[in-house]
């Protein structure tokens, strides 16, 4: 009698099955947690600011925005063309 074996590929799409159910978890948690910190800074009249490092374009809340006008684009808080220098 012959037997066949998939390398068990059954096993191993349960096991990314699991690790995406993980992955949106922690998201969601991560998600959350924003949610919690973007609460506080309104709470605190914080604004902030950050540049991506690749792209250089900037990102900042609403607070940042009113206290030091910079023209964005879209809701995302991306920058026009105009980007940071590099240093």
């Known amino acids: 009698m012959t037997t066949i074996h ?3 590929a ?3 799409m349960r096991e990314l099955e699991r690790s995406l159910s993980s992955t949106r978890v922690e998201r969601d948690a991560l998600a ?5 910190l973007e609460s506080v800074l309104a709470a605190g009249r914080l604004g ?3 540049i991506a ?3 250089r374009e900037l ?8 206290e030091f006008p910079v023209k964005m684009r879209g809701s995302c808080g991306q ?5 940071a220098p590099l240093l």
């Open 59 to 66: 990102r900042a809340n609403s607070q940042f925005k009113t």
């Open 53 to 55: 490092l690749g792209s």
């Open 79 to 83: 920058t026009e063309r105009p980007r």
């Open 48 to 50: 902030y600011c950050r």
């Open 6 to 8: 998939d390398n068990e």
């Open 10 to 12: 059954g096993s191993r």
């Open 32 to 36: 959350c947690r924003m949610d919690e």
